[in-house]
Protein backbone atom coordinates (compact mmCIF):
# COMPACT_ATOMS: atom_id res chain seq x y z
CA UNK A 1 0.00 0.00 0.00
CA UNK A 2 2.76 2.31 0.41
CA UNK A 3 3.02 2.69 -3.43
CA UNK A 4 -0.53 4.03 -3.55
CA UNK A 5 0.15 6.43 -0.60
CA UNK A 6 2.64 7.89 -2.84
CA UNK A 7 1.20 8.17 -6.01
CA UNK A 8 -1.96 9.25 -4.57
CA UNK A 9 0.60 11.72 -2.78
CA UNK A 10 1.80 12.75 -5.66
CA UNK A 11 -1.83 12.92 -7.73
CA UNK A 12 -2.91 15.46 -4.87
CA UNK A 13 0.02 17.42 -5.03
CA UNK A 14 -0.23 17.88 -8.97
CA UNK A 15 -3.59 18.68 -9.22
CA UNK A 16 -3.16 21.38 -6.37
CA UNK A 17 -0.16 22.98 -8.92
CA UNK A 18 -2.83 22.69 -11.71
CA UNK A 19 -5.71 24.50 -9.83
CA UNK A 20 -3.44 27.35 -8.73
CA UNK A 21 -2.37 27.34 -12.50
CA UNK A 22 -5.68 27.39 -13.49
CA UNK A 23 -6.00 30.90 -11.34
CA UNK A 24 -3.02 32.34 -12.88
CA UNK A 25 -4.28 31.86 -15.97
CA UNK A 26 -7.65 33.26 -14.54
CA UNK A 27 -5.92 36.16 -13.59
CA UNK A 28 -3.89 36.85 -16.34
CA UNK A 29 -6.96 36.94 -18.86
CA UNK A 30 -8.94 39.18 -16.55
CA UNK A 31 -5.42 41.28 -17.29
CA UNK A 32 -5.26 41.19 -20.66
CA UNK A 33 -9.21 42.07 -21.03
CA UNK A 34 -8.51 45.06 -18.56
CA UNK A 35 -5.50 45.91 -20.78
CA UNK A 36 -6.88 45.83 -24.29
CA UNK A 37 -9.84 48.01 -22.57
CA UNK A 38 -7.32 50.10 -22.13
CA UNK A 39 -5.89 50.55 -25.24
CA UNK A 40 -8.95 51.00 -26.70
CA UNK A 41 -10.02 53.94 -24.74
CA UNK A 42 -6.33 55.12 -25.20
CA UNK A 43 -7.42 55.10 -28.89
CA UNK A 44 -10.25 56.55 -28.19
CA UNK A 45 -9.01 59.58 -26.59
CA UNK A 46 -6.43 59.90 -29.30
CA UNK A 47 -9.01 60.09 -31.47
CA UNK A 48 -11.43 62.63 -29.72
CA UNK A 49 -7.86 64.87 -28.99
CA UNK A 50 -6.81 65.11 -32.84
CA UNK A 51 -10.37 65.75 -33.62
CA UNK A 52 -10.33 68.67 -31.31
CA UNK A 53 -6.69 69.67 -33.24
CA UNK A 54 -7.93 70.06 -36.11
CA UNK A 55 -10.67 72.07 -35.30
CA UNK A 56 -8.43 74.61 -33.91
CA UNK A 57 -7.15 75.06 -37.11
CA UNK A 58 -8.13 78.77 -38.32
CA UNK A 59 -10.21 78.76 -41.25
CA UNK A 60 -10.04 81.69 -43.34
CA UNK A 61 -10.97 83.80 -40.34
CA UNK A 62 -8.66 86.77 -39.48
CA UNK A 63 -6.83 86.51 -36.53
CA UNK A 64 -4.61 88.94 -35.06
CA UNK A 65 -0.85 88.00 -33.47
CA UNK A 66 -2.39 87.27 -29.73
CA UNK A 67 -5.12 85.11 -31.01
CA UNK A 68 -2.78 82.98 -33.13
CA UNK A 69 -0.30 82.46 -30.68
CA UNK A 70 -3.73 81.18 -28.16
CA UNK A 71 -4.74 78.65 -30.87
CA UNK A 72 -1.04 77.72 -31.11
CA UNK A 73 -0.45 76.89 -27.90
CA UNK A 74 -3.52 75.22 -27.65
CA UNK A 75 -2.28 73.38 -30.79
CA UNK A 76 1.15 72.72 -28.96
CA UNK A 77 -1.09 71.13 -25.79
CA UNK A 78 -2.84 69.26 -28.03
CA UNK A 79 0.27 68.35 -29.45
CA UNK A 80 2.02 67.07 -26.51
CA UNK A 81 -1.22 64.97 -25.14
CA UNK A 82 -1.41 62.95 -28.62
CA UNK A 83 2.29 62.19 -27.94
CA UNK A 84 1.59 61.19 -24.21
CA UNK A 85 -0.96 58.73 -25.06
CA UNK A 86 1.11 57.55 -27.80
CA UNK A 87 4.00 56.95 -25.47
CA UNK A 88 0.98 55.53 -22.59
CA UNK A 89 -0.49 53.35 -25.80
CA UNK A 90 3.18 51.45 -26.34
CA UNK A 91 3.56 50.94 -23.00
CA UNK A 92 0.08 49.37 -22.69
CA UNK A 93 1.06 47.31 -25.64
CA UNK A 94 4.26 46.00 -24.36
CA UNK A 95 2.24 45.28 -21.06
CA UNK A 96 -0.16 43.39 -23.45
CA UNK A 97 2.80 41.34 -25.15
CA UNK A 98 4.29 40.23 -21.86
CA UNK A 99 0.91 39.24 -20.53
CA UNK A 100 -0.18 37.10 -23.11
CA UNK A 101 3.35 35.61 -23.35
CA UNK A 102 2.79 34.90 -19.74
CA UNK A 103 -0.27 33.58 -20.17
CA UNK A 104 0.75 30.91 -22.68
CA UNK A 105 3.83 29.84 -20.40
CA UNK A 106 1.16 29.34 -18.03
CA UNK A 107 -1.09 27.15 -20.16
CA UNK A 108 2.08 24.95 -21.25
CA UNK A 109 2.78 24.26 -17.72
CA UNK A 110 -0.64 23.99 -16.95
CA UNK A 111 -1.10 20.77 -19.76
CA UNK A 112 2.15 19.41 -18.48
CA UNK A 113 0.61 19.47 -15.30
CA UNK A 114 -2.75 17.72 -16.37
CA UNK A 115 -0.38 15.00 -18.29
CA UNK A 116 1.21 14.74 -15.01
CA UNK A 117 -2.39 14.00 -12.86
CA UNK A 118 -3.37 11.77 -15.53
CA UNK A 119 -0.14 9.55 -15.36
CA UNK A 120 0.02 9.51 -11.39
CA UNK A 121 -4.19 8.68 -11.78
CA UNK A 122 -2.70 5.93 -14.15
CA UNK A 123 0.03 4.43 -12.01
CA UNK A 124 -2.55 4.32 -8.66
CA UNK A 125 -4.80 2.91 -10.97
CA UNK A 126 -2.32 -0.40 -11.55
CA UNK A 127 -0.94 0.03 -8.19
CA UNK A 128 -4.67 -0.50 -6.83
CA UNK A 129 -4.99 -3.50 -9.64
CA UNK A 130 -2.30 -4.82 -8.44
CA UNK A 131 -3.23 -5.33 -4.74
CA UNK A 132 -6.82 -6.28 -5.71
CA UNK A 133 -4.57 -9.53 -8.01
CA UNK A 134 -2.43 -9.93 -4.60
CA UNK A 135 -5.31 -9.85 -2.29
CA UNK A 136 -7.29 -12.47 -4.67
CA UNK A 137 -3.97 -14.49 -5.06
CA UNK A 138 -3.80 -14.51 -0.91
CA UNK A 139 -7.38 -15.13 -0.32
CA UNK A 140 -7.41 -18.01 -3.08
CA UNK A 141 -4.36 -19.66 -1.24
CA UNK A 142 -6.00 -19.53 2.19
CA UNK A 143 -8.99 -21.01 0.74
CA UNK A 144 -6.79 -24.09 -0.47
CA UNK A 145 -4.97 -24.27 3.14
CA UNK A 146 -8.36 -24.48 4.45
CA UNK A 147 -9.40 -26.97 2.07
CA UNK A 148 -6.29 -29.07 2.70
CA UNK A 149 -6.15 -28.91 6.53
CA UNK A 150 -10.11 -30.18 5.92
CA UNK A 151 -8.88 -33.04 4.20
Known sequence: MNLLHKFTALL???ESKAQRQ???LTQLDSRIRQTQR???ALDDQRKAVTGLLHSL???GQ???RAMLYAVQRKQSALRRRIANIDLEKVQ???DLKS???DRQKAQVQRLKLIHQSDKYKH???LERKVHREMAARMEETEIEEIIAWNK
Open 123 to 125: LQM
Open 22 to 24: ERI
Open 57 to 59: RPQ
Open 38 to 40: SVQ
Open 12 to 14: QRS
Open 92 to 94: QLT
Open 99 to 101: CEE
Open 62 to 64: GLN
